[in-house]
């Protein structure tokens, strides 16, 4: 059905708390993102997934971690989230090509 | 430095005019670069790919252009309807390939009126 699903779609934490994001894709894609969408900023990549446990990082991974563990799912945590980092996460997939890159439809984090 | 920039900021038109938006950039090497559409809420739906060094695409209402030696690139959208009301956003890849690195764009948010 070539979509990328996230979960959840709204979300409220207190500071401090953990936080886990996830993300499937229906594709097979080996490549897999999470992005932040701040107000007046193009999105920033966290984290980028080659492929199952081939993970690296993005321009902005401080305070973050990822785990792919299955080609269709591409979690991002959160330990002890702070207040800053509130905002809007994207995953992503792409293929291999990167000609075809999908877009979950997001996840809006609050931490209070 | 912010790579890739997008003007206007803002953009209100009413229904049925064209409109044209803007994308400059300084992102080397720039492979492609897309156009994503945004609604309010949503994710981003790709609209359009450029490629070549000069380069032209027509997707509907919504044509593109690109010239890798200004790098430059115009979003026109014909006859807007108010679903055309969403951000755009001017994405520039480094590579034509998953490896390569996605250089975002703030966006311009078009408002369409009745």
């Known amino acids: 059905d070539m979509k990328v699903t996230q979960m959840p779609r709204y979300l409220i934490k207190r500071m401090g708390e953990n936080v886990l994001l996830e993300c499937g894709q229906d594709?097979?894609?080996?490549?897999m993102y999470w992005y932040r969408q701040d107000p007046g900023l193009g999105l920033q990549l966290i984290y980028i997934?080659?492929?199952?446990?081939?993970?690296s990082e993005g321009d902005i991974p401080k305070g973050y971690r990822v785990s792919r563990k299955k080609r269709e799912h591409f979690s991002l945590i959160l330990d002890s989230a702070k207040t800053n980092q509130t905002s809007v996460y994207f995953c992503a997939s792409s293929s291999r090509s990167g000609e075809r890159l999908f877009f979950g439809h997001g996840t809006k984090l609050s931490v209070l | 430095k912010t790579q890739v920039e997008q003007s206007p900021q803002s953009l209100v038109v009413r229904q049925g005019e064209n409109c044209v938006l803007q994308c400059n950039y300084s992102v080397t090497p720039d492979n492609h670069l897309r156009w994503f559409k945004q609604d309010t809420g949503k994710g981003l739906v790709s609209l359009t790919v450029l490629v070549d060094q000069k380069d032209k695409t027509s997707n509907g209402r919504y044509s593109a252009t690109l010239d890798k030696d200004a790098k430059h690139s115009t979003l026109h959208i014909t006859a807007t309807l108010l679903d055309d009301t969403a951000t755009y956003i001017c994405?520039?890849?480094?590579?034509?390939?998953?490896?390569?690195?996605?250089?975002f764009g703030a966006g311009t948010q078009l408002i369409v009126i009745p």
């Open positions: 594709m097979s894609h080996e490549t």
């Open positions: 994405v520039v890849g480094d590579r034509g390939s998953a490896l390569g690195r996605l250089h």
């Open positions: 997934s080659y492929d199952v446990d081939s993970n």
